[in-house]
């Protein structure tokens, strides 16, 4: 089997990331006996757009459409672009056109790593954030009305499809079942009181298919709260687009893992290829310093290898880089610098410093 | 000087608190030299609601409208009346109404409260987060489409306006120049790309007025993980109305204090009485049995006391109910007993189990 794989690397430490995450990746599936063919791009950057005006050529969805699954690293670069231009102009692009309706994100505390909760420690915590990804408040419909007057407003729309809500949640069922069988749903129905009631509904809908699956559901500021207080709690939580994303950053910071963790952007019905990227973003900040920690790529990459039907690859990828971060561990003496070792703040333009 | 009060329970742990916040309240404003009238009132309540069908009597506005202010328990029955009903149909009318465009909640980690996180304990953590409360995603603009169909979809419209955002942040950083002089925005202008970037424009032009004021911006998703990694580096947190609901119950899970934060809804400009409640709601689950923490009410009491000009008042409450934690954290050995003692989860309708 040959598989092949577009690389974007993107800006600022996705660029320094990105060869580890490919060496990785590579190397697992040969030991596997699967060839990776690798091809590598240079837009969705702020480069790209510097030259062209535009994030992305205008045949990409033709050039992506062919592989087997796109490898990501990191966009944006606020000081040059608008992270809302740079960002709709590419990511959120391939999440939408290529209907990767899924997002997976992992919250484990590793080996190795401290979480900044009191009384938890590697193996306590193990949950994931199913998140919708193409539709709900991630809309371009709306406006500004009054410019520049003090009448001023602005106005976005959240658009809710039964179609989209039923499909991420029906994988989000389908997850839980496979895991310890129980599914959190993430709702604000009593505050945002047209399409988070509708959630509801749907989510009710949807549970009377899966007898087998234990449901409960949080407004989304409790249980922002809850995973502060309960995280070794959750199996899975199935969250619209923005909650998705906050419980999906949340999550890891309470295992002590943002700095590392991996995404999985997917299109189910493999009608279009699936992306994997890290959590963290371009990190301008440190961005050029050789000091940004290459494991939310390289767990990307684990990621990605399952999705392709190879797990055990995958598993070669995820021991290595926990028996690395175990034995980073036993070398460190107090939690306190394990906790900053271990804890790069590295984020997609996240750190908008005025 | 004689003040009137007006006070609401609503429903739930509301009704159990209630007498004990009223009763730290009279008894500071006594000490003080302060006659305060109160006047109960059972409306705003499920109870009101299965007699007369409405939350609220039709003349509310005029009954409540002449008080100095309101002191409020918790609304909210999700088995009998569903939330989006209960809460627009009183707590959410009273803060638009009533024009209290300003919600403030304290996050401090108190003595005798063990915080979830690690290494942070009492004096670390201090920052208030002030939140919209009248606009936003909080809109009843929308609506469904499609109905029972497979098309079926709902939209919901978020509206900000150049009056609603300045005048939240113009309060946000009077605070902050009132504490430690910094102040810090919540937004989402990489995803959410209408009402975002708006909020950002309103927040770059704002800090140009206050020079003195240090500010700083971070996307939502990863300001929650900083809530979690750095919670003592904030000062002042400004936010729309959904995300400033969603950090000031994340907050106080931080700090541990979530059964017993308290907040104020603010009318600024005094034309209209402010409103003062705990964070937490009427907790159906532990409703009755007489286990609901009263400190909520009584800090949300000491609150309403300083906005009424009685500063000797609120202070007398919360040096009353930090003397008790702090005794009865000297009683406790261990923090795993502490934390749980103190730490109530009790939230307004919050806990949806199907
Ligand atoms: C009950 C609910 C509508 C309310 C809100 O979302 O504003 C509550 O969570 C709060 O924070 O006061
Ligand atoms: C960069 C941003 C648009 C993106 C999102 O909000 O989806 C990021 O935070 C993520 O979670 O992948």
Redesign the pocket.
Known sequence: MALSIAVIPGDGIGKEVMPHGVAAVQKAATADGTDIAFEWFDFASVAHYREHGTMLPEDWQTTLGRFDAIYFGA??WPDEVP?HVS?WGS??QFRRVFDQYV?IRPCRILPGIVSPLRDRGPGDVDFVVVRENTEGE?SNAGGRLFDGTGREMAIQETVMTRTGVDRVMDFAFRTAQKRRGHLTSATKSNGISITMPFWDERFAANSSRYPDVEVDQFHIDILTAHFVQRPHTFDVVVAS?LFG?IL??LGPACTGTIGVAP?ANINPEGLFPSLF?P?H?SAPDIAGKGIANPIGQIWSGALMLEHLGLPAAARRITDAFEGVLADADASVTTPRRREHRHNPLVR???HLQD
């Open positions: 966009v944006g992270d960002l990511l959120l997002n991630y687009n994303d999906s950053d995404s990227e959590v973003g997609r333009g996240d």
